[in-house]
């Protein structure tokens, strides 16, 4: 079994800056992916970034230029670094890991969601 656990997030104003970080502990053989989810209200679940093992990096496209996303892989650790907020930013993030446990078994979890909130 594996564990992600965030810390971080908050109230900030729009133009503020905030960091999450999401740390991964368990049963871990190698971790493929982390990255970050947003999830704001009466709406699905979408990426908001995510880094490979090897440094491939995606990021949704509102954040582009504005998040920097990135990783200890010594240390199983994903950070979210978020300026130049805005409220459309709101909502609950979650931190997401594909973690292999052995050479060959593979499963995508969940953290528990930290909530972001862009108001003046």
């Known amino acids: 079994q594996v564990h992600l656990v965030e810390s971080g997030g908050g109230l900030v104003q729009p133009g503020g800056s905030l960091g999450l970080s999401c740390a991964a502990s368990?049963?871990?053989?190698?971790?493929?992916?982390m990255g970050w989810y947003r999830q704001a209200p009466g709406k699905e679940r979408d990426m908001v970034a995510t880094?490979?093992?090897?440094?491939?990096?995606m990021y949704e496209d509102s954040v582009k230029g504005r998040f920097t996303i990135s990783r200890d892989n010594d240390k199983n650790t994903v950070h979210l670094q978020m300026n130049s907020l805005k409220p459309e930013d709101t909502g609950v993030y979650y931190c997401?890991?594909?973690?292999?446990?052995?050479?060959?078994?593979?499963?995508?979890?969940w953290g528990q969601g930290t909530q972001v909130t862009v108001s003046s």
């Open positions: 368990g049963s871990i053989f190698r971790i493929n992916y």
């Open positions: 880094k490979t093992s090897d440094g491939t990096t």
């Open positions: 997401n890991a594909g973690v292999y446990s052995t050479a060959w078994e593979w499963n995508d979890y």
